[in-house]
């Protein structure tokens, strides 16, 4: 058996042992705040009509939600956060407690305009993370044949915006047959997996939003935050 747990490079008043007593017990009351992105700005966007069964489905659940339009953001770096559209962008990642991503695949990846939205939103904003922490749930529309490109992309693009990416995922083939005339999507499988996913998101949202700011809190952060501080102090004594 190993037995040797010296930890040389350890500072240890800024080592923290995980314990179950650190977990916040007392639950938030208010709804869980949702935002909802999607990737297509056609009239008939496919990616949008799957994020509005998710809304239905996650108001029914009981959850706050909001939707982003996409339409009218500009491309990365061609303005600045002032304006209109990346400025309510970022407000609705601050807002947002869970959050589902859905794009179609064009060329094997997800769209532009999803990624566009992600590209707007720093991992720092104003010495707070947007969405480090959050819960997330990925879908992608398929044209043809079913593919899991988009959803594994968008698994890590989540992961480099620190979110927390639930297990289930749905992905939807020849999206243009599973919805009616009315925009409503058919029963089907596809229908059902989606439920599935938006019941998930709602237990780990519900699970995890509590206890976010202890789970993502790390001992590199906080070595690097007391250096810092000496730093500082150390430069107020010259």
Request: with cysteine; aromatic share 8%.
């Amino acid at each position: 058996m190993f037995e040797d747990n010296t930890l040389i490079n350890i500072d240890s008043e800024l080592l923290v042992t995980p314990t179950h007593d650190q977990f916040n017990h007392t639950p938030t009351t208010h709804r869980p705040r949702m935002l909802l992105l999607y990737g297509s700005l056609r009239s008939r966007s496919y990616s949008r009509l799957v994020i509005e069964e998710c809304a239905r489905l996650l108001l029914h659940f009981g959850a706050d939600v909001k939707i982003f339009n996409p339409e009218g953001l500009p491309q990365t770096d061609t303005e600045d956060e002032s304006h209109p559209k990346v400025a309510e962008l970022r407000e609705l990642m601050m807002w947002s407690e869970g959050q589902v991503w859905c794009s179609p695949e064009r060329h094997g990846s997800m769209t532009s305009i999803f990624k566009s939205q992600i590209d707007w939103v720093p991992l720092n904003l104003g010495g707070v993370r947007p969405t480090q922490g959050k819960t997330l749930a990925v879908m992608q529309i398929c044209g043809g044949s079913q593919s899991f490109n988009v959803v594994n992309q968008l698994r890590v693009l989540g992961r480099w915006m620190r979110m927390v990416t639930i297990p289930n995922q749905s992905s939807v083939p020849k999206a243009y047959l599973e919805f009616d005339d009315n925009g409503r999507m058919k029963a089907s499988p596809y229908y059902n997996r989606i439920v599935d996913v938006m019941e998930e998101l709602m237990k780990f949202t519900l699970l995890l939003r509590d206890n976010k700011d202890y789970l993502v809190d790390r001992y590199s952060e906080r070595v690097e935050s007391a250096e810092e501080v000496s730093q500082r102090v150390n430069q107020r004594s010259i």
